[in-house]
């Protein structure tokens, strides 16, 4: 007997069947079976069907004999079914890679419950997706299993039948069925939920939804809309016939209300002649159930009638018209406001120790504008040092620092009188450049993949990017940092701008470069890393010919199993991936269950770092400050070609590598499992990386930043190219053409 049983309802979807069945088939978990109902379709997806079962036995395919429609073609699969559990899928959404494996390992952590409840993507005709808006009430379910009762938010994702896994004993013991007509999820699932002994949650996505231009049930125009009465009519009879569940009936109730008053408000459910009628079958439902609790505000419309609906409905989008001019002339007003006020302050004396800070848009005290100010409140604590920060990251900030928000009158109040402007991405177009201003421009790291003007030739990769704006803003730069030659020549080409490179190394580096040994202590106990454990840090970087950016290398479970129990497997995905559904394909799951860690929202990557003994990355500029730590790197390129067909790349980093190359997970594994990993050719491919890219990281070069570009000392070992005849007003520059070795780089 399977495990699983995934029961395919198919109508219709030739276009997209074959995605569907090899998102199962292709499953790392394989003990499955696969029940596809043919519901008399009229195109090729019965013959499609008939293919795949020929050819892989774990398909079983039930033709009908006549169209019965969604619900019960799900119920003809039902008595087909063996497996411990049910999984609906409909044939025009996919399985996530590894979603069987982690729905598995849910369900033997929970021992069996009832029902599982996972997350779900939408995936958009156009490209986009979006992840469910609701899956924290996932990522905070308790996680040994609960009722409806103690968990009544599970109540609130959507009610729908394919984001979930049942016990098929307890689907059989209750009689569970779908009924006929549209929206039949509601019935099914309300009942299934709230009689549940015990349901269990899991925040992973496990299923791609699709939301398809056409052909939707839900999107058609047609009065079938009108089945959601009968749909909760349905669910109210059960509730009827099981009094334990009478406490739902004021919740159920109010569901009912928002649930049709959504489908009228769609412009495409409904025709429109038919809107009022469905307005007064809802009104009638709603009277019939109504119980003693009050009726909700946005609900009482139901009980004033159609007419007044309508009037409600017309003043909403005049308000909203009228809200957004008003907000158009409140935004228009303060911006000229705030041009006023730059344009005053602009007027006023630049002040000589007032350095402004940002890092990565605003995200914090971070990076390598974070290490020159911690050596500016040593070297030079007459230079008052504030940060732009968002309000969301202010309260994260360390003690002592003082900060303003972007776009604020103190923020421009600031920027309109400092001296010293230092940040790693390029200020907005609202900071002007002042005569006898210094913009210390620091960049991310050491580039392997092409930046600035070079990503003209790669569309793809350029997408959203305005290049000739990113070079206005570069056009304010006065220096920029660079920690090896070949960055030199790369910001030279790539941002053709009149401004000097100082050979300072990278600020952020230079705890990399004196690390001491126990400095990644804190990471590992905060994180529960044994001490003696081998920490493997895994970096992948973003791919740019894949919507979304994220593609998972390898399966992350099986390479933290195969690594041995005395090690640690810790995952960084790149910062842009931080926020979207790569981490709930399984990232944060893992996380959960003790797999692995998840670094992404370390806010430092240099703890992250100096607590790990390897790295695996792909094409990360990680890599380049890793290497200051002289321990081993294996770079994981196996799919360089599209990589560098898509983004472009400064260098063949496969014959350029700071240790091993694997080109598959094969290779990978082996490289561990065989201990080349850190063998001595890797040691020599290191040295050689370091010496070619960690030139200029001596563990000084935040110090080196204070003393030579703000208080003007000389420095014999930078080299910063002599500026430009006529622009000398910097302080720092001007003294650094007289003094030292300076000179074209």
Known sequence: MPRFSVIIPVFKVQGFLRECLDSVLGQSYGDFEVVAVDDRSPDGCGAILDEYAERDPRVRVLHLPENVGLGRARNAGMPLATGDFLLFLDSDDTLTPGA???????????????????????????GGTRRNVLAQVLAEAPEDGFTAAGHPEILELLMVVWNKVYRRDYITEHGFEFPPGYYEDTPWTFPVLLTAGRIAAMDRICLSYRQRRQGSILSTTSRKHFDIHEQYERLFAYVGTHPELDRWRPYLHRKMGEHCLDILAKPDRLPPSDKGEFFRRTAELFRRYRTREPVPAELRVLERGYALYQAAQRAAASGDAMSRHGRQVRQAVAGRVKRGWSWAYGKRPLDPNLAVYSAFSHRGVLGDPAAIHRAARDLAPHIRGVWVVREDQAEHLPPGVEYVLPDTLACRQITARATYFVNNVNWPYAVAKRPGSVHIHTHQGTPLKYMGTDLLGKPGARHGFDVPGMLRRADRWDYSLVANRHSELVWDRAYPCDFASARTGSPRNDVLVNAKPGDGAAFRLRHGIPENDTVVLYAPTRRDHVRGGHVERFDLVRFAEELGE?????????????????????????????????????PHAEEVMLASDALVTDYSALMFDYANLDRPIVVHADDWGAYTASRGAYFDITTGAPGHVSRSYRELAWLFASGCWRDTESAELRAGFRERYCEFDDGR?????????????????????????????????????????????
């Open 566 to 602: 005395d090690h640690t497997l810790v995952v960084r995905l790149h910062p842009s991936l931080a926020d979207g559904p790569a981490r709930g394909m399984g990232l944060t799951e893992l996380h959960r269950r003790g797999v692995l860690v998840d670094a992404t929202d370390e």
């Open 701 to 745: 070069a935040a110090e080196r930043v204070v003393r030579t570009l703000m208080l003007g000392e000389p420095d014999v070992r930078a080299v910063i190219p002599a500026p430009a005849a006529g622009e000398s007003d910097a302080p720092a520059r001007d003294l650094a053409s007289k003094s030292g070795p300076w000179g074209r780089g």
């Open 100 to 126: 069987l494996r982690a729905i598995a390992d849910r369900l033997e952590e929970t021992r069996d419950p009832d029902v599982l409840v996972f997350d779900y993507i939408r995936t958009y005709w156009w």
